[in-house]
């Protein structure tokens, strides 16, 4: 059985790494916005994180003291757009996704990040 394709469905398993995948369609965000978000430790921000980053789904970029994460939504493997894809036009009438989403656009890594 293919490695990659184990490795993406575990990353979808977990309901906060789809809230996550979901957050990160609004914008590219860091560690701790996204921690803001969740309510959840750093650490278990960065292991979502680094599950889903290991599974192809997310990218993460430096910027000065941040590491930002996005959407890979130009990978090289087919799966993985399809499956971001599916997601993006999936749960749009779930409340905590909704919630989520307007989260995102008043978090400010400025107030809340303490690098």
């Not at 979502?48 to 959407?71: C, F, M, P, R």
Request: charged letters at 30%.
């Amino acid at each position: 059985m293919n490695r990659q394709v184990v490795k993406l469905f575990k990353a979808l398993g977990d309901p906060n790494r789809i809230r996550i995948i979901k957050m990160l369609e609004e914008r590219d965000l860091c560690v701790c916005e996204v921690r803001e978000i969740l309510d959840l430790s750093n650490s278990t921000v960065s292991k979502h994180l680094s599950i889903l980053h290991d599974a192809g789904l997310i990218t993460q970029t430096k910027e000065g003291k941040w590491v930002n994460y996005g959407l890979n939504s130009k990978s090289d493997i087919d799966m993985v757009r399809s499956v971001i894809s599916m997601l993006k036009s999936s749960l749009l009438d779930d409340d905590v996704i909704r919630k989520d989403s307007e989260f995102v656009k008043k978090v400010d890594r400025n107030d809340i990040c303490q690098v």
